[in-house]
């Protein structure tokens, strides 16, 4: 019994071992410069277990309270964050991330909590100290192009880091993805190249996976150098990080071009998160390609476009924040300017064989927004006239097509005064709009009701206004005015002046006498309305005897040698009549 004691004995006191920080990356104070941005990586941690009690869990809070109302949760910190990246059987490691702006000369500390999987944790006080910045970077891009039909495995660019001579490891250098988040294909990789200059480490990027512009336009990444050269007085991080962007490219050659954009747009301070502000609207500026368009707000032109979201396919603008908080910034009456983007984007079958490659063409306007007191404003539609054609045959229901897409109407008043009732002024006996109600914004149509009155014989233009009168108790109106050319269609037949035409003629009648002249007429308007004497039928001797004018209806004898009373007296012919139209009748 007693060896079976001892080696209980044993496993006991190796279960209470903690988990180590590696004294080399334990991160006890750190000199971060004051120009690292957020989401960067100031420290890649290392610990290791002598139980094997993997795997192993970093967390970091803050120790000093700079600012209580900003101080985060126990067991988080408002200054940086742990990315846990690997954890193999022998060595555990974490990349300390920083998440807010740093003030030079501020002192930060924090402390790092490491935990095993059977509870044990080793606590390390650490330091950050603000310093001026520097960087171990000597060059390197911050912008790449690729073309997205570019082959996996060329160069990308590469970057120049400085050595830390006090290191007998050389720099290693890793891609982290920032945006998009990263998936489980990598699209690109580093590679550590030889340099003929001592104390300097080569960086190259390469393409590992093929692009596709139409899921993702660019990349923003950072390269990180571990073990990079610092300034020991200003900076003691054991890596060294710089951002850039890699942009996929897609050509093209003309931008878009804006159809309908408010310049002025007044608002309510008063308007709730969601309510409608306007709508713009954008086509692509290359002939026949007819890309689809992705609208943005630039937040770099205007802060102020954060209190406003713009959906990116349709291109209708709502409230995203409390109006009221502009008070502070802006006086009543004073324009907030803002600028629209409109981008095209590509599909993927245009350009699947790479014969005619696009890229992004971007336009942008500026707009103005004016937030005041609450006012009634005057409905609008988005175009003061509308043309268009009909057939005059066309079946009741046929709505009317109005090139553009401008058949809208907006009015951004709130409550029954955005409630929009829609009629027609004007030939309400033919046609008919919908639909009858439409709130702030919305399409109408405008169709058939009666065809019968549809006849271009008899009035081939209609004119009438659409009238969007407000349902509040101001009963504010906006009318636009409407043509139509109505299509004249070949649908009457030639009429005859008489039924019938009798005259008498001698049986010795000399060739070339003209013994008659029919009359046609067509009702329809054109050529539709021309008409032609296309044949005489009936007895074949008679037939065989006249000659018939296509233009005039003249009747003409060509033959007398077989008229002969005592044998007929009496002949009964037909004359046809056509029109120039067709189908023809």
Known sequence: MTPTQVLLLLFGLTAATKPVLDLSNNMRHVLVPADTKPGTTIYRLRASDADDDYPLIFRVEDKDDLDSRNRKPLGSSRIVSIENTDCSSSICSADVVLTASLLEGNVYRLSLTLFDTKGETTVVDAAINVTKPQTAFKSGPRLITVPEDMKPGKLLGFFVLSNNPELYRGVSCYLKQVAPPATAVTMFAIRKDLTPIDGETRCSIYLKSGLDYEKVSSYILQIIGENAWTDGIRDSRNVAVQEFIINVENI????????????????????????????????DGDAGSGRPIRYTLDSKYSSHAAYFKLDSRS???TVKRNLQELEG?????VPLLLRIVAQEVEEASPVKKRHNRLVDQIASVEIAIIVDDVINRVPRFLQSQYITNIREN?????KLIFNGGFDRVEDLDKGQNGVLELSLRGHEDIFEISPPIIQQFGQFSISVKNNKKLDAEKLNKLEFKIVAK??????????????????????NLPVFSKEEYRITIRE???PGT????VQATDSDAGDNGKVRYTRITGDLVMQASLQLDQKTGEITITDNRYFDRETKDIYVMTVEAKDEGGPGK
């Open 329 to 333: 910034d802006v006086g009543p009456g």
């Open 514 to 517: 003209k013994i008659l002249q």
């Open 394 to 398: 066309a079946e009741e229901g046929s």
């Open 470 to 491: 407000e349902t509040g108790s101001n009963k504010l109106e906006a009318t636009a005015d409407v043509i139509v050319n109505v299509i004249d269609v070949n649908d």
């Open 508 to 510: 010795n009648i000399p």
């Open 252 to 283: 093209a050659d003309t931008p878009p071009v804006f159809l309908s954009v408010p310049p002025i747009t007044r608002l309510p301070e008063s308007s709730h998160i969601g309510d409608f502000v306007l709508n713009v609207v954008a086509v």
């Open 315 to 317: 291109g209708r603008m």
